[in-house]
Protein backbone atom coordinates (compact mmCIF):
# COMPACT_ATOMS: atom_id res chain seq x y z
CA UNK A 1 0.00 0.00 0.00
CA UNK A 2 2.60 2.51 -1.02
CA UNK A 3 -0.16 5.00 -1.85
CA UNK A 4 -1.09 4.79 1.64
CA UNK A 5 -4.38 3.75 3.00
CA UNK A 6 -7.69 6.24 2.76
CA UNK A 7 -10.51 6.55 5.47
CA UNK A 8 -14.16 8.23 3.99
CA UNK A 9 -15.81 9.27 7.12
CA UNK A 10 -19.37 10.04 7.02
CA UNK A 11 -21.05 12.79 9.05
CA UNK A 12 -19.15 15.72 10.26
CA UNK A 13 -20.38 15.81 14.23
CA UNK A 14 -18.58 15.33 17.77
CA UNK A 15 -18.47 11.29 16.52
CA UNK A 16 -15.83 12.30 13.94
CA UNK A 17 -14.03 14.78 16.21
CA UNK A 18 -13.58 11.85 18.08
CA UNK A 19 -12.18 9.32 15.86
CA UNK A 20 -10.05 12.36 13.94
CA UNK A 21 -8.47 13.54 17.31
CA UNK A 22 -7.91 9.68 18.11
CA UNK A 23 -6.24 9.30 14.46
CA UNK A 24 -3.90 12.37 14.74
CA UNK A 25 -2.43 10.86 17.74
CA UNK A 26 -1.37 7.27 15.79
CA UNK A 27 2.01 7.14 14.32
CA UNK A 28 0.59 5.30 11.46
CA UNK A 29 2.44 6.40 7.66
CA UNK A 30 0.44 9.15 6.10
CA UNK A 31 -2.63 8.16 3.54
CA UNK A 32 -5.79 10.04 3.19
CA UNK A 33 -8.80 11.34 4.72
CA UNK A 34 -12.24 12.71 3.66
CA UNK A 35 -14.93 14.14 5.76
CA UNK A 36 -18.64 13.89 4.29
CA UNK A 37 -20.79 16.37 6.01
CA UNK A 38 -23.59 18.47 4.20
CA UNK A 39 -24.67 20.27 7.50
CA UNK A 40 -23.58 24.02 8.07
CA UNK A 41 -22.45 22.47 11.70
CA UNK A 42 -19.90 21.12 10.46
CA UNK A 43 -18.20 18.61 14.30
CA UNK A 44 -20.59 20.80 16.32
CA UNK A 45 -23.84 18.58 15.09
CA UNK A 46 -26.67 19.38 16.31
CA UNK A 47 -26.47 19.43 19.83
CA UNK A 48 -23.46 22.24 20.21
CA UNK A 49 -24.85 24.45 17.47
CA UNK A 50 -23.86 28.29 17.64
CA UNK A 51 -26.88 28.98 20.01
CA UNK A 52 -27.15 31.13 23.75
CA UNK A 53 -25.04 29.95 26.76
CA UNK A 54 -28.20 29.48 28.55
CA UNK A 55 -28.05 25.85 27.62
CA UNK A 56 -25.47 23.79 29.00
CA UNK A 57 -23.78 20.32 28.53
CA UNK A 58 -25.14 17.70 31.52
CA UNK A 59 -21.49 16.69 32.24
CA UNK A 60 -18.30 17.83 33.93
CA UNK A 61 -15.35 18.83 31.60
CA UNK A 62 -13.35 15.54 32.35
CA UNK A 63 -16.59 13.78 30.50
CA UNK A 64 -16.58 15.82 28.00
CA UNK A 65 -12.82 15.51 26.93
CA UNK A 66 -12.36 13.85 23.58
CA UNK A 67 -8.95 12.83 23.97
CA UNK A 68 -8.20 9.24 24.49
CA UNK A 69 -6.19 8.81 27.98
CA UNK A 70 -6.47 12.54 28.73
CA UNK A 71 -9.50 13.89 30.66
CA UNK A 72 -8.42 17.57 31.39
CA UNK A 73 -8.12 18.12 28.02
CA UNK A 74 -11.58 19.87 27.71
CA UNK A 75 -10.92 21.59 31.27
CA UNK A 76 -7.14 22.86 29.79
CA UNK A 77 -8.61 23.94 26.79
CA UNK A 78 -11.34 26.08 29.21
CA UNK A 79 -8.87 27.56 31.00
CA UNK A 80 -6.63 28.62 28.45
CA UNK A 81 -10.36 30.21 26.91
CA UNK A 82 -10.98 31.91 30.19
CA UNK A 83 -7.55 33.80 29.95
CA UNK A 84 -8.05 34.53 26.40
CA UNK A 85 -11.34 36.00 26.82
CA UNK A 86 -10.81 37.08 30.17
CA UNK A 87 -13.98 36.02 31.72
CA UNK A 88 -13.76 33.19 34.14
CA UNK A 89 -17.17 30.78 33.49
CA UNK A 90 -19.22 30.82 36.73
CA UNK A 91 -19.78 27.50 38.39
CA UNK A 92 -23.07 25.62 39.20
CA UNK A 93 -23.32 26.88 43.13
CA UNK A 94 -25.52 23.79 44.14
CA UNK A 95 -22.75 21.24 43.13
CA UNK A 96 -19.45 23.50 42.67
CA UNK A 97 -18.86 21.85 39.56
CA UNK A 98 -18.83 23.31 35.95
CA UNK A 99 -21.07 22.93 32.93
CA UNK A 100 -19.95 24.66 29.78
CA UNK A 101 -22.33 25.89 27.35
CA UNK A 102 -23.20 23.80 24.64
CA UNK A 103 -22.57 26.87 22.04
CA UNK A 104 -18.71 26.96 23.91
CA UNK A 105 -18.57 23.14 23.98
CA UNK A 106 -19.07 23.21 19.96
CA UNK A 107 -16.34 25.98 19.67
CA UNK A 108 -14.16 23.15 21.36
CA UNK A 109 -15.24 20.56 19.20
CA UNK A 110 -14.18 22.82 15.68
CA UNK A 111 -10.79 23.77 17.41
CA UNK A 112 -9.96 20.37 18.22
CA UNK A 113 -11.26 19.03 14.68
CA UNK A 114 -8.82 21.46 12.91
CA UNK A 115 -5.67 21.03 15.41
CA UNK A 116 -5.81 17.43 14.48
CA UNK A 117 -6.47 17.67 11.36
CA UNK A 118 -3.49 20.01 10.68
CA UNK A 119 -1.45 17.38 12.34
CA UNK A 120 -2.30 14.97 10.09
CA UNK A 121 -1.59 17.13 7.37
CA UNK A 122 2.01 17.77 8.97
CA UNK A 123 2.71 14.35 8.70
CA UNK A 124 1.93 14.20 5.08
CA UNK A 125 -2.06 13.12 4.87
CA UNK A 126 -4.23 14.51 2.67
CA UNK A 127 -7.36 15.64 4.13
CA UNK A 128 -10.63 16.59 1.94
CA UNK A 129 -13.68 18.01 3.37
CA UNK A 130 -16.62 17.44 1.48
CA UNK A 131 -19.95 19.90 2.01
CA UNK A 132 -22.27 17.10 0.63
CA UNK A 133 -24.13 13.79 2.57
CA UNK A 134 -23.70 10.02 1.64
CA UNK A 135 -26.47 8.73 -0.35
CA UNK A 136 -25.28 4.99 -0.85
CA UNK A 137 -22.06 2.80 -0.07
CA UNK A 138 -21.32 -0.68 -1.58
CA UNK A 139 -18.58 -2.85 -1.15
CA UNK A 140 -15.75 -3.56 -4.61
CA UNK A 141 -13.54 -6.01 -3.98
CA UNK A 142 -11.20 -4.56 -1.36
CA UNK A 143 -12.49 -1.02 -1.59
CA UNK A 144 -15.55 0.75 -0.18
CA UNK A 145 -17.69 3.24 -2.84
CA UNK A 146 -19.14 6.80 -1.36
CA UNK A 147 -21.58 7.80 -3.22
CA UNK A 148 -22.93 11.66 -2.77
CA UNK A 149 -26.37 13.26 -4.06
CA UNK A 150 -25.04 14.45 -7.30
CA UNK A 151 -24.32 10.59 -8.71
CA UNK A 152 -20.31 10.99 -7.93
CA UNK A 153 -18.58 7.69 -6.41
CA UNK A 154 -15.13 7.93 -4.43
CA UNK A 155 -13.21 4.58 -3.24
CA UNK A 156 -11.85 4.05 0.05
CA UNK A 157 -10.13 1.24 1.59
CA UNK A 158 -12.35 1.96 4.69
CA UNK A 159 -15.05 3.69 5.57
CA UNK A 160 -16.69 4.43 8.90
CA UNK A 161 -20.41 5.73 9.60
CA UNK A 162 -20.95 8.53 12.12
CA UNK A 163 -24.61 9.58 10.94
CA UNK A 164 -25.61 11.09 14.27
CA UNK A 165 -28.93 10.74 16.23
CA UNK A 166 -32.35 12.22 14.08
CA UNK A 167 -34.44 14.96 14.57
CA UNK A 168 -37.28 15.16 17.26
CA UNK A 169 -40.32 13.00 15.73
CA UNK A 170 -43.57 14.70 15.25
CA UNK A 171 -45.98 12.52 17.22
CA UNK A 172 -49.15 13.93 16.46
CA UNK A 173 -48.51 15.38 13.43
CA UNK A 174 -48.16 19.30 13.81
CA UNK A 175 -45.66 20.05 10.80
CA UNK A 176 -46.77 22.90 9.46
CA UNK A 177 -48.86 24.16 12.19
CA UNK A 178 -48.35 28.21 12.83
CA UNK A 179 -46.97 28.17 16.41
CA UNK A 180 -45.12 24.58 16.44
CA UNK A 181 -41.80 24.59 16.68
CA UNK A 182 -41.17 20.78 15.18
CA UNK A 183 -36.87 20.97 15.84
CA UNK A 184 -36.22 23.70 18.90
CA UNK A 185 -32.50 24.24 17.83
CA UNK A 186 -30.99 26.79 17.93
CA UNK A 187 -33.43 28.12 20.53
CA UNK A 188 -32.14 31.66 20.39
CA UNK A 189 -33.46 31.82 16.79
CA UNK A 190 -36.42 29.10 17.08
CA UNK A 191 -37.94 30.17 20.53
CA UNK A 192 -37.02 34.23 19.52
CA UNK A 193 -40.66 34.88 18.47
CA UNK A 194 -42.73 33.11 21.46
CA UNK A 195 -44.75 35.87 23.45
CA UNK A 196 -43.79 36.91 26.57
CA UNK A 197 -47.04 35.84 27.82
CA UNK A 198 -47.72 32.90 25.41
CA UNK A 199 -48.86 30.12 27.37
CA UNK A 200 -46.37 26.85 26.17
CA UNK A 201 -47.03 23.37 25.96
CA UNK A 202 -43.73 21.40 25.62
CA UNK A 203 -43.74 17.51 24.01
CA UNK A 204 -41.01 15.19 25.89
CA UNK A 205 -39.58 15.60 29.40
CA UNK A 206 -35.65 14.78 28.78
CA UNK A 207 -33.22 17.08 28.08
CA UNK A 208 -34.40 18.89 25.11
CA UNK A 209 -37.60 19.83 27.15
CA UNK A 210 -35.14 21.13 29.79
CA UNK A 211 -33.36 23.18 27.05
CA UNK A 212 -36.28 24.87 25.91
CA UNK A 213 -37.64 25.80 29.44
CA UNK A 214 -34.34 27.52 30.26
CA UNK A 215 -34.16 29.58 27.10
CA UNK A 216 -37.99 30.71 27.78
CA UNK A 217 -37.01 31.53 31.41
CA UNK A 218 -33.88 33.38 30.46
CA UNK A 219 -35.36 35.43 27.48
CA UNK A 220 -38.00 36.87 30.07
CA UNK A 221 -41.12 34.49 29.23
CA UNK A 222 -43.69 35.11 31.73
CA UNK A 223 -46.35 32.95 30.62
CA UNK A 224 -47.54 29.46 31.50
CA UNK A 225 -45.33 26.33 30.59
CA UNK A 226 -46.64 23.12 30.20
CA UNK A 227 -44.51 20.00 30.09
CA UNK A 228 -46.16 17.48 28.62
CA UNK A 229 -44.99 13.34 27.74
CA UNK A 230 -46.52 10.24 28.20
CA UNK A 231 -44.32 8.84 31.46
CA UNK A 232 -43.51 12.48 33.50
CA UNK A 233 -40.41 11.78 33.78
CA UNK A 234 -37.41 14.36 34.00
CA UNK A 235 -33.92 13.58 33.83
CA UNK A 236 -32.32 12.71 36.92
CA UNK A 237 -30.26 15.62 39.15
CA UNK A 238 -26.29 15.47 38.82
CA UNK A 239 -25.17 15.08 42.24
CA UNK A 240 -21.99 16.78 43.53
CA UNK A 241 -18.82 15.05 42.05
CA UNK A 242 -16.88 12.50 43.97
CA UNK A 243 -13.19 10.65 42.46
CA UNK A 244 -13.83 7.19 42.68
CA UNK A 245 -12.88 4.20 40.44
CA UNK A 246 -14.90 0.91 38.93
CA UNK A 247 -13.48 -2.03 40.63
CA UNK A 248 -15.26 -5.01 39.99
CA UNK A 249 -17.88 -3.47 37.56
CA UNK A 250 -15.29 -3.52 34.13
CA UNK A 251 -14.91 -4.04 30.59
CA UNK A 252 -11.64 -6.63 32.00
CA UNK A 253 -13.94 -8.32 34.57
CA UNK A 254 -16.70 -8.76 32.03
CA UNK A 255 -14.09 -10.45 29.64
CA UNK A 256 -13.19 -12.55 31.83
CA UNK A 257 -16.21 -13.82 33.38
CA UNK A 258 -17.71 -14.50 29.48
CA UNK A 259 -14.38 -16.67 28.50
CA UNK A 260 -15.63 -19.85 26.91
CA UNK A 261 -19.16 -18.81 27.30
CA UNK A 262 -21.96 -17.28 24.59
CA UNK A 263 -24.06 -15.48 27.18
CA UNK A 264 -24.19 -13.95 30.88
CA UNK A 265 -27.20 -14.02 32.54
CA UNK A 266 -28.76 -10.97 34.62
CA UNK A 267 -28.19 -12.79 37.82
CA UNK A 268 -24.38 -13.05 37.34
CA UNK A 269 -24.06 -9.33 35.92
CA UNK A 270 -25.69 -8.28 39.18
CA UNK A 271 -23.36 -10.05 41.16
CA UNK A 272 -20.68 -8.55 40.33
CA UNK A 273 -22.76 -5.24 40.35
CA UNK A 274 -23.38 -6.14 44.10
CA UNK A 275 -19.33 -6.39 44.50
CA UNK A 276 -18.74 -3.03 43.33
CA UNK A 277 -21.48 -1.56 45.41
CA UNK A 278 -20.37 -3.61 48.90
CA UNK A 279 -16.61 -2.31 48.14
CA UNK A 280 -18.17 1.28 48.03
CA UNK A 281 -20.02 0.89 50.77
CA UNK A 282 -22.84 2.12 48.83
CA UNK A 283 -26.69 0.34 48.63
CA UNK A 284 -27.38 -1.14 45.93
CA UNK A 285 -31.37 -1.43 47.07
CA UNK A 286 -31.81 1.92 47.00
CA UNK A 287 -30.55 2.67 43.26
CA UNK A 288 -32.79 -0.09 42.74
CA UNK A 289 -35.74 1.17 44.15
CA UNK A 290 -35.04 4.47 42.39
CA UNK A 291 -35.21 2.77 39.00
CA UNK A 292 -38.75 1.00 40.10
CA UNK A 293 -40.78 3.59 41.90
CA UNK A 294 -39.74 6.15 39.09
CA UNK A 295 -43.42 6.09 37.57
CA UNK A 296 -45.30 5.55 40.92
CA UNK A 297 -43.15 8.89 42.32
CA UNK A 298 -45.03 12.16 41.46
CA UNK A 299 -41.85 14.47 38.94
CA UNK A 300 -42.26 17.35 41.12
CA UNK A 301 -41.63 15.43 44.65
CA UNK A 302 -39.10 13.39 43.01
CA UNK A 303 -37.20 17.00 41.37
CA UNK A 304 -37.31 17.92 44.85
CA UNK A 305 -35.91 15.23 46.25
CA UNK A 306 -33.19 14.76 44.46
CA UNK A 307 -31.81 18.69 44.27
CA UNK A 308 -31.70 17.38 47.84
CA UNK A 309 -30.05 14.97 47.16
CA UNK A 310 -26.82 16.06 45.18
CA UNK A 311 -24.39 16.32 48.44
CA UNK A 312 -25.16 12.70 49.26
CA UNK A 313 -22.80 10.95 50.83
CA UNK A 314 -23.86 7.78 49.00
CA UNK A 315 -22.40 6.99 45.93
CA UNK A 316 -25.06 4.64 44.10
CA UNK A 317 -25.89 6.41 41.82
CA UNK A 318 -22.36 7.78 40.92
CA UNK A 319 -21.70 4.15 40.37
CA UNK A 320 -24.57 3.68 38.27
CA UNK A 321 -23.45 6.60 36.02
CA UNK A 322 -19.85 5.27 35.56
CA UNK A 323 -20.90 2.16 35.13
CA UNK A 324 -23.30 1.57 32.65
CA UNK A 325 -21.76 4.52 30.16
CA UNK A 326 -17.74 2.84 30.88
CA UNK A 327 -18.70 -1.14 31.18
CA UNK A 328 -22.19 -1.17 29.57
CA UNK A 329 -21.05 -1.96 25.89
CA UNK A 330 -19.39 -4.55 27.49
CA UNK A 331 -21.57 -6.32 29.08
CA UNK A 332 -24.55 -5.93 26.70
CA UNK A 333 -23.63 -7.89 23.84
CA UNK A 334 -23.07 -11.04 26.17
CA UNK A 335 -26.74 -11.13 27.62
CA UNK A 336 -29.17 -13.46 26.61
CA UNK A 337 -31.85 -12.03 24.22
CA UNK A 338 -34.85 -12.48 26.44
CA UNK A 339 -32.86 -10.72 29.42
CA UNK A 340 -31.87 -7.47 26.40
CA UNK A 341 -35.57 -7.48 26.12
CA UNK A 342 -36.73 -7.22 30.14
CA UNK A 343 -33.93 -4.00 30.22
CA UNK A 344 -35.13 -2.38 27.09
CA UNK A 345 -38.67 -2.86 27.80
CA UNK A 346 -39.34 -1.84 31.55
CA UNK A 347 -35.69 0.04 32.67
CA UNK A 348 -34.49 1.52 29.38
CA UNK A 349 -35.75 5.06 29.52
CA UNK A 350 -35.40 5.43 33.27
CA UNK A 351 -31.97 4.15 33.82
CA UNK A 352 -30.81 6.41 30.78
CA UNK A 353 -32.94 9.69 32.83
CA UNK A 354 -30.42 8.74 35.62
CA UNK A 355 -27.09 8.07 33.52
CA UNK A 356 -27.82 11.11 31.72
CA UNK A 357 -28.76 13.52 34.85
CA UNK A 358 -29.54 17.17 34.56
CA UNK A 359 -26.74 20.06 36.17
CA UNK A 360 -28.23 20.78 39.89
CA UNK A 361 -28.89 24.43 38.63
CA UNK A 362 -30.96 23.57 35.83
CA UNK A 363 -33.26 21.61 38.10
CA UNK A 364 -32.97 24.35 40.38
CA UNK A 365 -34.45 26.40 38.01
CA UNK A 366 -37.41 24.05 37.28
CA UNK A 367 -38.04 23.87 40.78
CA UNK A 368 -38.22 27.56 40.83
CA UNK A 369 -41.13 28.00 37.76
CA UNK A 370 -42.68 25.15 39.39
CA UNK A 371 -43.16 27.15 42.89
CA UNK A 372 -44.15 30.09 40.87
CA UNK A 373 -46.70 28.70 39.17
CA UNK A 374 -45.21 29.05 36.09
CA UNK A 375 -44.20 25.42 35.19
CA UNK A 376 -46.44 22.73 35.17
CA UNK A 377 -45.28 18.91 34.47
CA UNK A 378 -47.79 16.55 33.55
CA UNK A 379 -47.59 12.87 32.64
CA UNK A 380 -50.15 10.77 30.07
CA UNK A 381 -50.51 12.91 26.97
CA UNK A 382 -52.81 11.61 24.98
CA UNK A 383 -53.27 14.35 21.96
CA UNK A 384 -52.81 17.57 20.69
CA UNK A 385 -54.72 19.19 18.47
CA UNK A 386 -54.89 23.00 16.05
CA UNK A 387 -58.15 25.09 16.80
CA UNK A 388 -58.86 26.54 13.86
CA UNK A 389 -58.85 30.26 15.45
CA UNK A 390 -55.14 29.25 16.65
CA UNK A 391 -53.45 27.63 19.11
CA UNK A 392 -53.75 24.02 20.16
CA UNK A 393 -55.95 21.82 22.37
CA UNK A 394 -54.20 19.69 24.80
CA UNK A 395 -55.68 16.39 26.39
CA UNK A 396 -53.93 14.28 28.85
CA UNK A 397 -55.44 10.71 30.38
CA UNK A 398 -55.92 12.63 33.64
CA UNK A 399 -59.53 14.33 31.69
CA UNK A 400 -57.15 17.76 31.83
CA UNK A 401 -58.43 19.48 29.01
CA UNK A 402 -56.54 22.86 28.12
CA UNK A 403 -55.46 25.12 25.72
CA UNK A 404 -51.91 26.65 24.47
CA UNK A 405 -50.64 29.36 22.26
CA UNK A 406 -47.50 27.53 21.32
CA UNK A 407 -46.21 23.96 20.66
CA UNK A 408 -42.51 23.07 21.22
CA UNK A 409 -41.52 19.79 20.36
CA UNK A 410 -38.50 17.69 22.41
CA UNK A 411 -39.94 14.04 21.35
CA UNK A 412 -37.02 12.05 21.52
CA UNK A 413 -35.58 10.46 17.96
CA UNK A 414 -36.92 7.38 17.08
CA UNK A 415 -35.96 4.10 18.77
CA UNK A 416 -34.75 2.99 14.82
CA UNK A 417 -31.77 5.15 15.95
CA UNK A 418 -31.11 5.47 12.31
CA UNK A 419 -31.54 9.66 11.28
CA UNK A 420 -33.83 10.17 8.18
CA UNK A 421 -31.00 11.42 6.16
CA UNK A 422 -29.20 8.32 6.25
CA UNK A 423 -32.02 5.70 5.36
CA UNK A 424 -31.00 5.75 1.88
CA UNK A 425 -27.56 5.07 3.00
CA UNK A 426 -28.44 2.46 5.39
CA UNK A 427 -30.60 0.84 2.67
CA UNK A 428 -27.87 0.43 -0.15
CA UNK A 429 -25.69 -0.99 2.64
CA UNK A 430 -28.37 -3.91 3.53
CA UNK A 431 -29.32 -4.46 -0.11
CA UNK A 432 -25.60 -4.69 -0.67
CA UNK A 433 -25.52 -7.54 2.06
CA UNK A 434 -22.59 -6.00 4.13
CA UNK A 435 -25.20 -4.45 7.08
CA UNK A 436 -27.86 -5.82 8.37
CA UNK A 437 -30.72 -3.80 11.00
CA UNK A 438 -30.24 -4.72 14.51
CA UNK A 439 -33.70 -5.76 15.84
CA UNK A 440 -33.41 -3.52 19.00
CA UNK A 441 -32.05 -0.35 16.40
CA UNK A 442 -29.38 0.69 14.21
CA UNK A 443 -27.10 -1.99 12.76
CA UNK A 444 -25.38 -4.99 13.85
CA UNK A 445 -21.77 -4.17 14.59
CA UNK A 446 -18.89 -6.19 16.42
CA UNK A 447 -18.47 -4.97 19.89
CA UNK A 448 -14.48 -5.19 19.88
CA UNK A 449 -14.04 -3.68 16.30
CA UNK A 450 -17.11 -1.75 15.82
CA UNK A 451 -17.13 -3.21 12.41
CA UNK A 452 -20.27 -3.77 10.66
CA UNK A 453 -21.38 -6.87 10.21
CA UNK A 454 -23.72 -9.34 8.31
CA UNK A 455 -24.52 -12.96 8.72
CA UNK A 456 -22.48 -12.50 11.85
CA UNK A 457 -18.98 -11.83 9.99
CA UNK A 458 -17.40 -8.41 10.47
CA UNK A 459 -16.53 -6.47 7.75
CA UNK A 460 -12.80 -4.99 8.20
CA UNK A 461 -13.27 -1.95 5.71
CA UNK A 462 -16.95 -0.94 7.34
CA UNK A 463 -17.46 0.93 10.79
CA UNK A 464 -20.31 2.30 13.05
CA UNK A 465 -19.66 4.81 15.41
CA UNK A 466 -22.35 6.77 17.48
CA UNK A 467 -26.19 6.15 17.81
CA UNK A 468 -26.25 3.69 14.38
CA UNK A 469 -24.58 0.96 16.64
CA UNK A 470 -27.90 1.26 18.83
CA UNK A 471 -29.08 -2.21 19.66
CA UNK A 472 -25.63 -3.83 19.57
CA UNK A 473 -24.45 -1.70 22.28
CA UNK A 474 -26.81 -0.33 25.20
CA UNK A 475 -25.04 2.88 25.20
CA UNK A 476 -24.06 4.83 22.25
CA UNK A 477 -23.87 8.22 22.35
CA UNK A 478 -21.72 9.71 25.34
CA UNK A 479 -18.34 11.59 24.71
CA UNK A 480 -16.35 8.82 27.30
CA UNK A 481 -18.41 6.11 24.87
CA UNK A 482 -17.28 7.93 21.95
CA UNK A 483 -13.69 8.24 22.34
CA UNK A 484 -12.96 4.48 23.65
CA UNK A 485 -15.01 3.05 20.35
CA UNK A 486 -12.98 5.59 18.52
CA UNK A 487 -9.85 4.18 19.90
CA UNK A 488 -10.64 0.51 19.18
CA UNK A 489 -11.83 1.47 15.49
CA UNK A 490 -8.53 3.33 14.78
CA UNK A 491 -6.56 0.90 16.39
CA UNK A 492 -8.58 -2.12 14.59
CA UNK A 493 -7.67 -0.15 11.18
CA UNK A 494 -4.34 0.62 11.38
CA UNK A 495 -3.81 -3.26 12.57
CA UNK A 496 -6.14 -4.43 9.16
CA UNK A 497 -3.87 -1.91 7.32
CA UNK A 498 -0.52 -2.97 8.29
CA UNK A 499 -1.31 -6.72 7.53
CA UNK A 500 -2.84 -5.70 4.45
CA UNK A 501 0.44 -3.02 3.78
CA UNK A 502 2.62 -6.27 4.50
CA UNK A 503 1.13 -8.89 2.45
CA UNK A 504 1.37 -6.89 -0.65
CA UNK A 505 5.01 -6.31 -0.05
CA UNK A 506 5.08 -10.40 0.48
CA UNK A 507 3.56 -10.26 -2.80
CA UNK A 508 5.67 -8.11 -4.68
CA UNK A 509 8.88 -9.65 -3.17
CA UNK A 510 7.46 -13.07 -4.49
CA UNK A 511 6.88 -11.57 -7.82
CA UNK A 512 10.57 -10.16 -8.31
Not at 172 to 193: H, I, M, Q, R
Not at 448 to 475: E, H, M
Amino acid sequence: MSRGFSIGVVGGGAAAVCLIDALSRTHSEPGSLTVFEPSPHLWRGRAYQVDTETLKVNATPDDMSVRHGDLQHFENWLETRDKVIGVRASVDHRSGSRFAPRTVYGEYLEQTAYAALGELRRRGWRVDLVGEGVTSASRAANRVLLRTGNGRARAFDYAILCVGGDSPKDVYGLSGTPGFVADPYPVVSKLADVGEQDDVAVIGSGLTAIDIILSLAAQGHQGHISLLSRRGVLPGVRQRAVPFELRHFTPQRMETLAVGRPELTLDEIAAVMRAEFRDAGADLDAVVSEIIRVDLEDPVDRLRRQIHEVDSPHMGLRILQRAVPETGPDVWPRLREQDKVQLLRAHYRTIMSLCCPMPPGSAGVLLELVEAGRLDIAAGLQSITPRAEGGFDVLTAEGADFTADRVINAVNASEGRIPTSAAPLVTSLMRSRVASRHPHGGLHIARPTSQLTANGRPDPRLYGLGNIAAGSLFFTFGIPSLVDRSQDIVSTVLQHAETVRAADTENVLLTV
